[in-house]
């Protein structure tokens, strides 16, 4: 599967933005779409994913309650629309995909190209 991910950009604290990732390819081989991201001299964590076929969903504590993952199965896309961003959302966010049934953000096994966020104060 290939992913493509855009949507990212320079983004006032307090601000929002959405992330967009089109997957093509075998996308029927893989369960979940989700998005990952690492920060500045910090390991990849897992920010939110989504079970493409019973839509079960993920979010880190860190964006709980201020994010939204969707999926179109149709156009084979996920989005993540993010809101009150903070500093610490900085980072390059991965659109990734997975294979097992029922896990998500947990091991991944494709990762797309990157796409940066900044949210400047």
């Known amino acids: 599967v290939q992913l493509q991910a855009s949507g990212g950009g320079l983004v006032q604290v307090g601000g929002s933005l959405r992330l967009s990732c089109v997957a093509s390819g075998s996308v029927r081989d893989y369960y979940a779409i989700g998005w990952f991201r690492q920060a500045p001299g910090k390991e990849r964590e897992a920010v939110s994913c989504i079970g493409m076929y019973d839509g079960s969903i993920y979010y880190a504590d860190s964006v709980k309650g201020r994010s939204t993952i969707s999926k179109d199965n149709a156009k084979n896309t996920v989005d993540l629309q993010m809101s009150r961003l903070e500093p610490e959302d900085t980072a390059v966010y991965y659109c990734?995909?997975?294979?097992?049934?029922?896990?998500?953000?947990?091991?991944?096994?494709?990762w797309g190209q990157g796409t940066l966020v900044t949210v400047s104060s």
């Open positions: 990734t995909a997975s294979r097992p049934w029922g896990r998500l953000c947990q091991s991944q096994d494709e």
